[in-house]
């Protein structure tokens, strides 16, 4: 087995384009051709996707050709059973999700926008089961067993913030497993208990508003330098529209070099931050260094946005490697 996801799972259900969310059984006042009747809004699809830094990711990792095993905590529900069924379709083991009957599955309901951006829209969100992630739930021997082991939204999965779990993670890493992390929310309450993983991170990649969260510093620079001296060899920061910076440590201070996002017709930008991270561990698990693997999430995200949901349009790791030619 070559990559552990290990985090967040959520069903996301999303629709589009709703140009705005009526109050009640009122109509949109000057949107009569997108309402279909008092308090409905007609969209062209709505989706339910597997997502959540860690099982998004695990389904993007997936669809680039990783063998892949994803660890969580879902509900023994309804949205459980779907989350179980799409991540499968998809070629994810999903042995190491843990069912709870006393929390639901976690979930999202995200209306996007014609603009395909979430900006200024409501997210619905139950974390639900996430919370009820614990050390125990990860088999023994199965971090060490892992080529790379991506943490996706250790702020969320609390739980893990244990030194049962920070142990497993120095011995897999003793071994040869490269640790990633990613993170899920932007409160600076739970950002700030995410912060005890960094020593045991190689690479990190929290957006922009993550990384200000996590250090004070709105300068995505600074903030870069300020979480690589928290343990990680690598901090991306993902600028969305903007693209990426990738800050390694040098002798002199940090070194940044910055990534532009690549030109798309933008649809929905849920989980490019996850798709990123994707093709980020499946450049590593190809052998690139951090840059050019960079370069392969930027384009597995700039691949998401030009559909709705995290696993839009990602058919494979030629189609995404094509887009860099
Ligand atoms: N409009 C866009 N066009 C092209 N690429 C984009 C666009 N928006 C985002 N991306 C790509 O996706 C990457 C991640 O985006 P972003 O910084 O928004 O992540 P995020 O906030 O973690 O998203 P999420 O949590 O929804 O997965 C960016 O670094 C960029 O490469
Ligand atoms: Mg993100």
């Given at each position: 087995m070559a990559v552990v996801t290990l985090g967040a799972h959520i069903l996301d259900v999303l629709a589009r384009p709703v140009p705005g969310v009526p109050a009640g059984q009122d109509t949109v006042p000057g949107e009569p051709d997108t309402v279909g009747g008092p308090g409905t809004v007609v969209v062209d699809e709505i989706r339910a996707t597997a997502a959540g830094s860690a099982a998004g990711t695990a389904v993007a990792l997936a669809r680039l050709g990783n063998d892949v095993v994803s660890v969580g905590a879902i509900g023994d529900d309804d949205l459980g059973d779907l989350l179980v069924a799409i991540m499968t379709r998809n070629g994810v083991d999903v042995r190491g999700l843990v069912r709870r009957t006393a929390a639901q599955t976690a979930a999202s309901i995200l209306p996007i926008g014609p603009d395909g951006r979430r900006g200024g829209r409501p997210i619905l969100h139950a974390p639900g089961a996430n919370l009820t992630l614990t050390a125990g739930a990860v088999g023994p021997g199965l971090l060490g067993a892992a080529r790379l082991v991506h943490l996706g939204g250790p702020d969320v999965t609390s739980g893990l913030n244990d030194p049962a779990f920070f142990a497993m993670l120095a011995a897999a890493r003793e071994t040869g497993t490269v640790v990633t992390m990613d993170v899920l929310s932007t409160v600076p309450g739970l950002l700030a208990g995410a912060a005890a993983f960094l020593p045991h991170v190689d690479h990190f990649l929290p957006n922009e508003a993550q990384a200000a969260a996590m250090?004070?510093?709105?300068d995505p620079e600074k903030a870069a330098g300020a979480l690589l001296a928290?343990?990680?060899?690598t901090v991306v920061v993902t600028l969305g529209g903007d693209g990426s910076l990738v800050a390694t440590r040098a002798a002199g201070g940090p070194e940044v070099r910055r990534l532009p996002a690549l030109p798309v017709d933008v649809v929905d930008t849920t989980g490019c931050g996850d798709a990123y991270c994707a093709g980020f561990v499946t450049g590593l698990a190809h052998g690139r260094d951090v840059l050019e693997s960079a370069r392969w999430g930027a384009a597995a995200a700039a691949t998401v946005a030009q559909g709705l949901g995290s696993d839009a349009c990602l058919t494979g790791l030629d189609d995404v490697l094509r887009m860099l030619k």
């Open positions: 250090t004070g510093e709105d928290q343990g990680p060899a």
